[in-house]
């Protein structure tokens, strides 16, 4: 079984930053894809970043440039380094990671930035 968890979370003012870890024992990330989403209130769960195997990345509209997502594999993590936060990025944020099709989620971190 993977295990997935999230953390670095937390509340922060508009235009701050903040470091997402997430956490996964195991094999190394090279063969899996891992993505981050989030959940805002009253919003469906959306797409963030997703990084592959071989480094490639893909951002949403509304994060890229501000957002980036990288792989520590020695230290079985992948980040989500956020810049620039605005408020509509209040949401929790999920880390899903993607290994030969199953699907392993962590718990989720909330991250609330104030206005």
């Known amino acids: 079984q993977v295990q997935v968890m999230e953390s670095g979370g937390g509340l922060v003012q508009a235009g701050g930053s903040l470091i997402l870890s997430c956490e996964s024992a195991?094999?190394?990330?090279?063969?899996?894809?891992v993505s981050w989403y989030r959940r805002a209130p009253g919003k469906q769960r959306e797409l963030v970043a997703r990084i592959t195997g071989t480094g490639g990345t893909t951002y949403a509209d509304s994060v890229s440039g501000r957002f980036t997502i990288s792989v520590d594999d020695a230290e079985s993590t992948v980040y989500l380094q956020m810049n620039s936060l605005k408020p509509e990025d209040t949401a929790v944020y999920y880390c899903?990671?993607?290994?030969?099709?199953?699907?392993?989620w962590g718990q989720g971190t909330q991250v609330t930035v104030s206005s």
């Open positions: 899903q990671r993607n290994r030969w099709g199953s699907l392993y």
């Open positions: 195991g094999d190394s990330f090279a063969t899996d894809v």
